[in-house]
């Protein structure tokens, strides 16, 4: 864990969950992994706020927990999920998504899961299905079985998962290893359980929602732990972040297609992510093989492609320096792929260019992208193909050098590296570049929320007042107030301080809204990272 | 850099062109403090995205932010009482305390070392007051009278956890109890509990801003 990556979360956790479990996060992310014991001991705090902390983070998956060094007899050992303390910054684009997806209902479920960390079925759909029909008019209530319907679907596309089984630790740590644990296919983890009973309070009566598939009774009876009311006891959702991502990573590939190339484009391009979503595994490098036949009869409707300009489209799709897509054979009419890996790269790559180019300037961006695309050059040719006059290109290579955007490489003809004898070479790697950069973007994330805590910090005791005259508002209205006293109240707030805070509002959403831009970057520099581990 | 040292003085070591900088230039001069923390920017950013997605998500993200205060997963130390022990926090329950939790996990999930009481939100249940019956009579020597309190404080503090497990039963009840407000009726006053304040508050603010006076 780096520095700036600590750090970040202990903002995050700071903001979300409090002092104290920054306080704990931060020390158990640093020191890796750790006894309870040990823990409190060295944060010194007392042990009931530090076990309190711990459930939080285990509540939302942040933190694991495991036999320790001295095997099961020794005390629980306990580390955190750094990049799901990370993933904090990226909740409202997941709640967004779902919202495009499902609808309200989707929305809220999936607000509700991130809120909570966990949470069963039942009880999730009570919850969202209360919110809904408190905003809805008068009369008319929600139906469960509409919530019911859209938490399945979100779990039949992989949006939400269940919690995998814990191994009973601690204490009990004997008798888990005699009795096996059942079998925990992964098969189970996206299966609605069946036979819910749901209390449906605003009618006033019980009402058994069933859901579809013998196949699925069966093994859901098998999994189905106790026989409480609610009948799903023990069951856990959460959400799957890794399908969020892969859903992202699919969007930003369209919209770089239809940026580039055209909206025709990008619907075939859709297309063919769209068949391919349920077939590729998710770290493949490339999606299936499909034959353009294939391809046309999946076409959306209202796009009335002929075959030869599809045809036409996959060529020019296939020739295109970014490569999106690649021809893989020649069978049902030219088998194609839309290359995931690459595409990441490629779109790492224009992240990499648009960043020198916005803070160094155009030039620099030229011999940025030279350096990228010719590997190694001397200082003087670097001059030549950039078409920059000597003087400035020293300059500005020295500035990227010093950035650390780009390196110099020797190569000496003489064993003693005698400057004479030696060629210097530079040169840009796209993988470490990309790693420097993410690291900036955390510290930038970093940098805008202690912002924004230092402005809301200044101005606390003109937030707090404006507080109380917005509550003494609402219940005058309550009442059922006239209008001379309302204005009397809203005076109470001078023309300057109205000023003040409207200045404050401004800035707040405005880092907001940075640090949600700067978290789009941060998920493509991540994502091509993470691709070119596996 | 291991350099051999030229033969001749005005011999350099490094050819100088494949530095790119003639014989006679000047070199920039060195530095010779840290670079500036906040330095000049030679380009102005570009203007953040907008449009009704962004908004939304602004939106989405500061409200995730507020209700995450109210939750019971956000954590704060209980304060710890530098005073003298006062009458009113028998009846300041509103305050957290640092051996509940306000959330019940799922205990089988967790290690058992991790297991704390879990802390119900006091639902008043006009009803049953079993304290009203509880009251001893009236003891006749002093110290009867002491006896007797320290077992009834002993008893209020078991019935405590008793009320807790009663109320943990009684969850099933009609909601029309939720809406009973909490602070209003507890124990045996019969005041609003938003009235009492013990003073602890007045003074604790920070005085950094010393614009106003404080009469």
Redesign the interface.
């Known amino acids: 864990m780096t520095a700036q990556e600590v750090r970040l979360c202990g903002l995050l956790l700071q903001?979300?969950?409090?002092?104290?479990?920054e306080k704990v996060g931060t020390h158990l992310i640093r020191s890796g992994v750790l006894t309870?014991r040990a823990l409190a001991h060295e944060t010194k705090?007392?042990l009931?706020?530090v076990?309190?902390?711990?459930?939080?983070l285990?509540?939302?998956g942040m933190c694991a927990?495991g036999a320790g060094r001295r095997g099961p007899a020794g005390?629980?050992e306990y580390h955190i999920i750094c990049e799901h303390i990370l993933h904090m910054l990226r909740?409202?684009?997941y709640?967004?998504t779902a919202k495009s997806l499902y609808g309200d209902t989707g929305e809220l479920i999936v607000?509700e899961i991130l809120?909570?960390?966990q949470m069963t079925m039942s009880s999730t759909v009570k919850t969202v299905a209360d919110r809904l029909t408190h905003n809805m008019p008068e009369g008319q209530s929600m139906d469960y079985s509409e919530v019911v319907s859209a938490f399945s679907r979100l779990v039949e596309t992989h949006f939400l998962q269940r919690?995998p089984?814990?191994a009973?630790?601690?204490?009990?740590s004997s008798e888990a290893v005699n009795t096996p644990l059942p079998v925990w296919s992964t098969r189970m983890v996206y299966i609605v359980p069946v036979k819910i009973e749901l209390m449906h309070k605003c009618q006033g009566k019980r009402r058994r929602s069933s859901e579809d598939g013998e196949a699925e009774q069966r093994a859901a009876k098998k999994t189905k732990t106790d026989n409480s009311e609610r009948g799903d006891e023990?069951i856990?959702w959460q959400v799957n972040f890794q399908r969020f991502h892969l859903h992202f990573r699919d969007q930003a590939i369209i919209s770089a297609v239809s940026c580039k190339l055209d909206q025709t484009s990008s619907e075939i391009v859709r297309t063919m992510l769209r068949m391919s979503e349920v077939t590729t595994p998710a770290h493949a490098a490339f999606t299936q093989a499909l034959s353009a036949n294939e391809i046309f009869r999946a076409l959306p409707f209202s796009y009335n492609i002929a075959r030869p300009i599809l045809d036409q489209y996959l060529t020019l799709l296939v020739n295109d320096p970014m490569e999106f897509v690649g021809r893989t054979g020649d069978s049902g009419g030219g088998m194609y792929v839309v290359n995931l890996h690459r595409a990441l790269a490629n779109l790492a790559r224009a992240t990499l260019e648009s960043v020198v180019q916005?803070?160094?300037?155009s030039r620099s961006a030229r011999i940025f992208r030279l350096l990228l695309r010719k590997r190694h050059l001397?200082?003087?040719q670097v001059e030549d193909f950039a078409m920059v006059p000597?003087k400035e290109?020293?300059d500005m290579l020295y500035t990227l050098l010093s950035e650390n955007l780009v390196q110099l490489q020797e190569i000496p003809k003489t064993p003693?590296?005698?400057?004479?004898r030696t060629f210097?070479l530079y040169t840009v790697n796209q993988l470490p570049t990309a790693r420097l950069l993410l690291q900036h973007c955390y510290k930038t994330v970093g940098n805008l929320i202690e912002r924004r805590l230092y402005e809301t910090k200044e101005n606390k005791?003109l937030l707090e007042k404006s507080q109380q005259i917005e509550a003494i508002l609402a219940s005058l209205q309550a009442t059922g107030a006239e209008a001379a006293q309302l204005t009397e109240v809203e005076e109470m707030i001078t023309a300057p301080e109205r000023q003040q805070l409207e200045s404050l509002q401004h800035h707040?959403?405005?880092l907001?809204?940075?640090?949600?831009?700067v978290d789009e970057t941060i998920f493509l520099l991540e994502s091509y990272i993470n691709s070119t581990q596996r | 850099?291991?350099?051999?040292r030229g033969r001749g003085r005005s011999q350099f070591?490094?050819?100088v062109?494949?530095?790119?900088?003639g014989r006679g230039d000047c070199l920039p001069s060195s530095a010779h403090t840290p670079s500036p923390l906040y330095p000049p920017m030679?380009?102005r950013?570009?203007p953040?995205?907008t449009g009704e997605?962004?908004d939304?998500?602004?939106a989405?993200?500061?409200e995730?932010?507020a209700?995450?205060k109210n939750?019971p997963?956000?954590?704060?130390?209980a304060r710890t009482k530098t005073d003298v022990a006062r009458y009113s926090d028998k009846y300041q329950n509103g305050e957290t305390k640092?051996?509940c939790?306000e959330w019940s996990?799922?205990w089988?999930?967790?290690?058992?070392?991790?297991c704390?009481k879990v802390r119900k939100p006091r639902k008043t249940v006009i009803g049953a007051k079993p304290q009203l019956t509880r009251k001893p009579k009236a003891a006749a020597g002093k110290e009867e009278v002491l006896q007797k309190l320290e077992k009834r404080e002993e008893e209020q503090h078991s019935e405590e956890e008793e009320d807790e497990e009663k109320k943990k039963q009684n969850e099933e009840e009609p909601d029309a109890d939720e809406d009973y407000d909490e602070e209003e009726l507890e124990d045996e006053t019969d005041y609003i509990m938003s009235y009492f304040d013990n003073g602890e508050d007045f003074g604790a603010d920070s005085e950094d801003?010393m614009d106003e006076a404080v009469y």
């Open positions: 903001e979300h969950f409090g002092d104290v479990v309870l705090l007392p009931d706020l076990k309190k902390s711990l459930c939080v285990m509540q939302h927990f005390p629980v909740y409202p684009r709640i967004y607000e809120q909570r960390g919690c089984p814990m009973s630790a601690g204490s009990s023990g856990y916005e803070r160094f300037g001397e200082q003087k000597a290109a020293k003693d590296y005698a400057p004479s210097y005791r707040i959403n405005k907001d809204s940075s640090e949600n831009q | 850099m291991a350099g051999s070591s490094f050819s062109d494949a530095l790119g900088f030679q380009f950013p570009v953040l995205h997605e962004v939304y998500m602004l989405l993200k500061q995730l932010r209700s995450s939750l997963f956000h954590i704060k130390a640092n051996n939790i996990p799922d089988s999930r967790m290690p058992k070392e991790l704390i801003n």
